[in-house]
């Protein structure tokens, strides 16, 4: 609340210091104070609901090296906590946590960052299951999972991640099929779910036409590339 009143302080000050000016002058530059205080109240809006979703994270995990000491929900703005990267307009758009010896659940409150680009999470020992929620991260581009201990399965959900490039999931304990509509991710160039207990067989047309084999290895109950027509596997609960 303390921006707002700045702000009206500063418009104020400006309208006292052009006195001399016409009454139409001072009509107009009034005008500006509802849209400004309304700027101002959207920016705090956005800011506290993705500081409470990160938050949500935080006390999710165990941290036992203190990463995220600095995580305040007291601060009405994320964007100064360590490890959060935001834009001009202070939306988180960067989250990176790889490798910080973090342990416990991923939560759904993190599918609430709209603005997400890079969710890192990498090298930790997150367990339970990826909420379907990430499937609202839709301007997400990099989803690095990758060597935790995550279990269950794919969300379906992930296919609408229409601007992704990057989905690395390796070296989990994840379950069930690969989603079929992944193959309709229009950007990704990079699909890694080695190393987990996937079943079924994995498709190898659309995004997938141009993946290795060795994206999918180390899958004991994986029997090999399904081709374009084959019978399908229902994915409708990814199991």
């Not at 006292?16 to 509802?34: I, Q």
């Not at 700027?39 to 203190?66: H, M």
């Amino acid at each position: 609340m303390t921006s707002h009143v700045c702000w009206v302080c500063l418009i104020f000050v400006s309208i006292n210091s052009h006195h001399t000016k016409p009454l139409s002058t001072f009509l107009k530059m009034a005008s500006f104070l509802p849209l400004l205080l309304l700027f101002q109240i959207s920016k705090s809006a956005y800011a506290n609901t993705e500081g409470d979703a990160l938050y949500a994270l935080r006390r999710s995990v165990k941290d036992p090296s203190n990463v995220l000491q600095s995580w305040d929900p007291t601060l009405v703005d994320p964007c100064t906590w360590f490890h959060v990267t935001c834009d001009s307009e202070n939306r988180v758009t960067r989250l990176d946590l790889g490798n910080a010896k973090l342990s416990g659940n991923l939560v759904p409150e993190l599918g609430k960052l709209e603005r997400l680009e890079y969710l890192e999470l990498y090298m930790n020992n997150f367990v339970g299951t990826i909420p379907s929620q990430f499937g609202g991260l839709k301007n997400l581009i990099s989803l690095d999972l990758f060597h935790n201990n995550l279990t269950g399965f794919i969300p379906p959900s992930l296919s609408k991640l229409s601007r992704l490039r990057f989905m690395r999931l390796n070296g989990n304990k994840l379950t069930g099929i690969i989603p079929r509509d992944l193959t309709k991710l229009p950007n990704l160039k990079i699909f890694d779910v080695s190393n987990n207990d996937l079943c079924g067989t994995f498709p190898t047309w659309g995004s997938f036409s141009k993946l290795k084999e060795e994206s999918f290895k180390n899958n004991p109950r994986l029997e090999g590339p399904e081709l374009m027509g084959s019978v399908g596997y229902d994915d409708s609960d990814g199991k």
